[in-house]
DNA sequence: GATGAATGAGATTTCATTCAT
DNA sequence: TATGAATGAAATCTCATTCAT
């Protein structure tokens, strides 16, 4: 790699981490070139050139981010033996992930609104995602051991484990009046994992 | 009320339908004012006499959203008495509300991105919510019958019945490619109001 | 009409008019909608508000300045009756429409230079040319006084017509400094015109 | 002349042939440099380098268009003797040259809606014009000859000549449409060639 | 109350040209 | 010589809001 390559590489980089600010902040719409170009440092030219148009770049951001959820491979790759512990470990890793990554929820948040168009578009869905491998395999494991019956359905348990962890941190403003708490607080992140948990296990014993 | 006043009055709720179409389709920022005149057939200077700017129609639009919530307590307060079976329903009604009202969803979820703003300027959160109001009442209830202990902590249900219910249609462009199935579908929406309520009572089982 | 009408009107016509001027003298991209809304007095939003946008005004001043033609009408039906004599009142006119008209004349070559595109697209071709309407004419009057032989190709002279006036015109620059002359002057342009009349009357007799 | 500097030429060569495909389609102002960078496969600042800057790229591409009517003069000094079939000839060349080279019609024609601004600053019309320098010797042989009387206007003859045949081409997209021909087809072209040199005689005997 | 015209500020995008290597 | 990155200025078009009637 040249020097010129490495400055174009940094330079791109810098768009792409200023342009998820701004567009995880504010949306598609909401957000502005103009901003993204002033907080990278870079002409706005530049941002075409590189990007092509607004929507390439919201894309190019999508993607970026949604790929680092595939970084949680090695995190769950170590987990305990034991399925309860391990299933406990998960929900831990993935309310850790959501609290690291507030540009994830929203735009998985702004995908959404607007009807995973994008998402679709790029292929996000399939984007490694261990969180969900590595359920899938908890559930696989536990049948062949007999510890939860052949007839679970997996799909429940995940879109449970997604609504408690995502629901938490997307509709944190809400939930903060709700229930009058400040959600983010650690000790209540650590309670909510907690009743996720037991939520999840309780459940599967209870088809036992 | 005089003919002329009934016409205004006509003409406000046009005005205000439409927006709410627009605003829960598109946000605050993606919505135009253009399009809510011409769905609603009226000139735009009259949407500015009524409503005085765009932010201001926004919250009037969120604020009457919200009240629908308020309608669902003629439904709730003719529950069974058993209290699985009134918090069976309980999810149930609560997932035909958030079915019938797509708009509700995608308002709270504008709002969460926004930070509530508009949610807090208005005081949306006091506005009746009968499901939570009913569900604080059956674990009371079960408090004081000693279905369920003391320490239950009613905020985890109140968060899971939330997250349950709520994620299922706001990320359902989403999940419907995770699990790979029209989440939309009756008989799948059936399944996961099952699956919810069975949760909340393995939880609450599980933790007698 | 209601004054408010009129002054619509007006600014329509006001911004015609120096599009007009801009088109045809720059063309549709070397033209600025900044220019013509400066020149017109008028904010520039309501250019795209009145006519949506650049091409669409170009294409209206097209058909705008195409339709000065229909005028000479009355000019025409009043010649005289001799055909030669006709003709070379009508080469006359032809020629007084194109010094009068720089601006239809600059049209047709922008259009020429683009494919006809817009010229085929609004259907300028349909409107009504008295000049070639009466050529037709006087040659077929011709022919049924045996004045010139059946065989008379009218195509031809048509050609000829539109060549050795038009072309006078729209290469003026070049033919200006090829002939050495200011072909522009009076004089010259008398010339022209008995010289194209000759031309066309010496190729019906020659035809005989 | 080095390898290097063969290079430079071939480079050099591959810019102005697809300067003049982009400028003699889309004109100063719609051309634009990255185009013709792609279409050369070269980098645009080379553009610079060699040619300082778009509009000097532009003339460059107009004297290089220009001189190829000098390569006409072997042909035409070849021509019969009879002035009428020399005439014939001439105006077959003419077309023909016209045919074969529409770039030539079309930098005439942005040349003649920019006010011949280059044409002057680069004395183009200083170019060899072998066309017309026949047409003048034909002429003033004819006079010699007494063929012809001393009064002929030389003038109106170049006039029609060019009119005659530049017009056919550079009008060609609006003619099509008003003969309701493609005027493009062969015969067409020589039905024309035909009537052209008819009409030249016609006068030039007409005046005898 | 209601309307259509009009505006100002700003958004995205483009493009000739220059810089750094 | 040749290149890819970078820039500044400007172009088209949009949109919330106000004006005049």
Redesign the interface.
């Known amino acids: 790699m040249t020097k010129q390559e490495m400055r174009t590489d940094a330079t791109k980089k810098a768009i792409l981490k200023f342009a998820e600010e701004e567009f995880s902040d ?2 598609l ?2 957000c502005r070139v103009d901003e993204i170009a002033r907080k990278a440092n870079v002409n706005k030219a530049l941002i075409y050139r590189h990007f092509g148009n607004k929507e390439t770049l919201y894309k190019e951001v999508l993607v970026r981010v949604y790929t680092r959820l595939g970084d949680l491979e090695e995190k769950v790759i170590n987990l305990q033996t034991d399925y309860e512990l391990k299933l406990k470990d998960l929900v831990h890793i993935y309310f850790q992930f959501l609290y690291d990554n507030p540009s994830f929820v ?1 735009m ?6 607007h ?2 168009k994008s ?2 578009e790029r292929g996000v ?1 399939e984007t490694k995602n261990p969180i ?1 491998h590595e359920l899938g395999r908890i559930i696989q494991e536990a049948r062949l051991r007999s510890e939860v019956p052949e007839s679970i ?1 997996s ?2 348990l ?3 484990l ?3 962890s ?3 941190f ?10 009058g ?1 400040d959600l983010m607080l650690s000790e209540n992140r650590e ?2 994992i907690q ?2 948990t ?6 599967l ?3 036992q």
């Open positions: 504010k949306g719409y909401g929203r998985v948040m702004w995908e959404n609104l009807g995973a998402f679709k869905a969900l359905d799909d429940q995940i879109l449970t997604i609504a408690c995502f629901n938490y997307s509709n944190m403003n809400t939930l903060n009046i709700i229930v708490k309670k909510r009743a996720t037991e939520m999840l296990l309780a459940y014993k209870a088809r």
